[in-house]
């Protein structure tokens, strides 16, 4: 079985990384007439794309800093930051198949029987948050002195701002996508439908807006999230943090207890190939521009498990003094 794990010590650049185990993926594919390897290579010809051509990036990171100028004029007041991010390799391929893994083990409980090949496919076809960019809104405390009406005000200038993005972006060459799910009534009625409520509706604690569109201009998917300062604390430094989030989604999908080894090759090897990179000691991987003391202690600049920033845009509120009414 073909796995990242094993191009992880010779001390190549992510993009030879990734173009070395496509490689060998396509290969191992054709001999073992596996088709899930085989999406596998496209899903990282995606990243590899990304990665390689700055040139959209920064196209696509100047229709953004549009809505950061809208936000500095409507929103003086306010303090928030924007930043974008390429989703890492090693969080990809544990995403790639961990999706995989999850599809097939609730198939298989559920019908007692495997997923046809295509309709997993299907199902994982694109990615929407391989690029994905963040607003995070503050509101000083010199405004609002008390904690529990500073955070209602937070929140309300959040939704309003949430409400604003999708037709401001939809003149400058993105469209939003239809999302699901029960979505607070703070969202007017024409943009709800685009928006995953995790303030209404918390994951693990998790808070945040998230809105996915499609750039038009150069052909891919984005992902905004928005929250405050607080929910922003709390996913990422908090018990919400994106590595103990991670770690449970991990656990959740690498369930194999009631699924015998050998039966399906496509679940078997992406469930080997997430444990392996579950287990993965980052002070022992040798990648161009990569270093890491232990799994917490770590120097990324190259994407390999944090994901490359794209930018970042910071607003301090320009009036400390103004009360708010």
């Known amino acids: 079985m073909v796995a990242l794990n094993d191009y992880l010590y010779n001390g190549d650049t992510v993009l030879k990384i990734i173009r070395n185990y496509s490689s060998d993926l396509r290969k191992s594919a054709i001999e073992t007439g596996n088709s899930m390897d085989l999406f596998h290579c496209n899903f990282l010809l995606q990243l590899e794309e990304i990665l390689e051509?700055?040139?959209?990036?920064?196209?696509?990171?100047?229709?953004?800093?549009?809505?950061?100028?809208?936000?500095a004029v409507n929103y003086p007041f306010l303090a928030f930051t924007f930043k974008?991010?390429?989703k890492?390799?090693?969080?990809?391929?544990?995403?790639?198949?961990?999706?995989?893994?999850?599809?097939?083990?609730d198939h298989y409980k559920k019908h007692k029987e495997y997923p046809d090949p295509v309709e997993v496919k299907k199902r994982i076809r694109y990615f929407r948050d391989l690029i994905a960019y963040r607003i995070v809104i503050a509101l000083p405390k010199c405004h609002i002195e008390n904690d529990a009406e500073r955070r209602a005000k937070e929140q309300e200038y959040l939704y309003e701002i949430a409400a604003s993005l999708p037709d401001f972006l939809e003149q400058r060459g993105f469209s939003a996508e239809l999302s699901a799910g029960d979505v607070s009534d703070r969202l007017s009625p024409d943009v709800k439908?685009?928006?995953r409520d995790y303030i209404q509706h918390p994951s693990y604690g998790y808070q945040s807006?998230?809105?996915?569109?499609?750039?038009?201009?150069?052909r891919s998917y984005v992902e905004v999230q928005l929250r405050t300062k607080e929910m922003d604390d709390f996913a990422e430094i908090g018990p919400?943090?994106?590595?103990g989030y991670e770690k449970r989604q991990m656990q959740d999908r690498t369930r194999r207890e009631s699924i015998p080894e050998g039966e399906c090759l496509?679940?078997?090897e992406s469930y080997k190939r997430g444990v392996l990179l579950q287990n993965l000691e980052l002070s022992k991987v040798d990648v161009n521009m990569f270093s890491a003391a232990n799994n917490n202690l770590i120097n990324d600049g190259?994407?390999?498990?944090?994901g490359r920033l794209i930018l970042p845009y910071e607003h301090l509120s320009r009036f400390q003094n103004d009360i708010i009414d």
């Open 266 to 268: 496509y679940f078997d």
């Open 88 to 105: 890492s390799l090693i969080r990809a391929e544990e995403k790639f198949n961990g999706y995989i893994v999850e599809m097939v083990y």
């Open 209 to 218: 807006l998230h809105i996915t569109l499609f750039d038009n201009e150069t």
């Open 53 to 71: 051509h700055n040139d959209f990036l920064t196209s696509q990171s100047q229709r953004l800093k549009e809505f950061y100028k809208f936000m």
């Open 84 to 86: 974008g991010r390429i």
């Open 193 to 195: 439908m685009y928006f």
């Open 240 to 243: 919400a943090n994106h590595l």
């Open 302 to 306: 190259c994407g390999l498990y944090r």
